[in-house]
C-alpha cells in the first residue's frame, strides 16, 4: 500500500518550454501532497505545499507563477514548470500523505522527474 | 520553525559493523520522526519511525531512539550489508505539518 506514482520519469527540452509533472496517490487519498526539489548530493528542499481544492501554500524564495500548482482532486497534484530555463534543471520529487489515517503519518514519495532544460 | 542537525555527512564502515547516524532537532513540539533511506537516483523511502509517547523502535537490523529531552534521536544500523549503502534522511514534524529533513548521511558499507 501507499504508493506514489510520479510521471514522467525524466524530461529533456529546450529553454522556454514548460513542462507538466503529475503525481497520484494510487491506493489512498491524499489531501496535501509536496513538491520537493533535489540537486546532486544535497537533501530535499520543499517547494510547495499542495492543497486539494486550494491554492498551494509556497516556501520562501519559490516564484509561484514559475511554478504552479493544481491539486484538483484526492489523488492528483500537478506541478508546471512554467518557461523553463536551464537553472531549472533538477530533480523533482512529490510526496503524499494518507489523509484518513490522522497525524503523524509518513509522507511517501513519488520515484521523482529528472528535468533538463538545454 | 523546526531545524533538524544530521551527523555525520559520510560515514564509511566495513561489512558487519554498526553503523550510527544521529539527528537533533530544534523544535520540542515536534512528535513524529520517519528515517528514509535513498538509493542513487531513485525515491526516498520510508525504513522506520517513531512517535515521541516511545523512546525505542527494532525492525529486525535497523533501530532508532528517542531522547525528547535532549531532543535528539539517531539510526542504528547492525550487521551492515553492502545493499544498506545509500544516503539517509532523517526528518522530524508535528502533527500535519511538513516534515523538516536532515542534510543526509552519505553510508558507504565496503564488503
Known amino acids: 500500500g501507499a504508493v506514489v506514482s510520479q510521471h514522467p520519469s525524466w524530461v529533456i527540452c529546450k529553454s522556454g518550454t514548460s513542462v507538466k509533472i503529475e503525481c497520484r496517490s494510487l491506493?489512498?487519498?491524499?489531501?496535501?501532497m509536496f513538491w520537493y526539489r533535489q540537486f546532486p548530493k544535497q537533501s530535499l528542499m520543499l517547494m510547495a505545499t499542495?492543497?486539494?481544492?486550494?491554492?498551494?501554500?509556497?516556501e520562501q524564495g519559490v516564484e509561484k507563477d514559475k511554478f504552479l500548482i493544481n491539486h484538483a482532486s484526492l489523488t492528483l497534484s500537478t506541478l508546471t514548470v512554467t518557461s523553463a530555463h536551464p537553472e531549472d534543471s533538477s530533480f523533482y520529487i512529490c510526496?503524499?500523505?494518507?489523509?484518513?489515517?490522522?497525524?503523524?503519518?509518513?509522507?511517501?514519495f513519488g520515484d521523482g522527474t529528472r528535468l533538463s532544460i538545454l | 520553525g523546526e531545524n533538524v542537525e544530521q551527523h555525520p555527512s559520510t560515514l564509511s564502515v566495513q561489512e558487519g559493523d554498526s553503523a550510527v547516524i544521529k539527528c537533533t532537532y530544534s523544535?520540542?513540539?515536534?512528535?513524529?520522526f520517519p528515517w528514509y533511506k535513498q538509493e542513487l537516483g531513485k525515491r526516498p523511502q520510508l525504513i522506520i519511525d517513531?512517535?515521541?509517547?516511545?523512546g525505542e523502535k527494532k525492525d529486525q537490523r535497523i533501530a532508532v531512539t528517542l531522547n525528547k529531552t535532549a531532543k535528539h534521536f539517531s539510526l542504528h544500523i547492525t550487521e551492515t550489508q553492502p545493499e544498506d549503502s545509500a544516503v539517509y534522511f532523517c526528518?522530524?514534524?508535528?502533527?500535519?505539518?511538513?516534515?523538516?529533513f536532515g542534510k543526509g548521511t552519505m553510508l558507504l558499507v565496503s564488503p
Open positions: 510526496s503524499a500523505r494518507d489523509s484518513d489515517r490522522g497525524p503523524n503519518q509518513p509522507q511517501h
Open positions: 491506493d489512498f487519498q491524499a489531501t496535501t
Open positions: 499542495s492543497n486539494e481544492g486550494s491554492k498551494a501554500t509556497y
Open positions: 523544535d520540542s513540539a515536534s512528535n513524529y
Open positions: 517513531i512517535r515521541s509517547n516511545v
Open positions: 526528518a522530524a514534524s508535528l502533527g500535519y505539518s511538513t516534515l523538516t
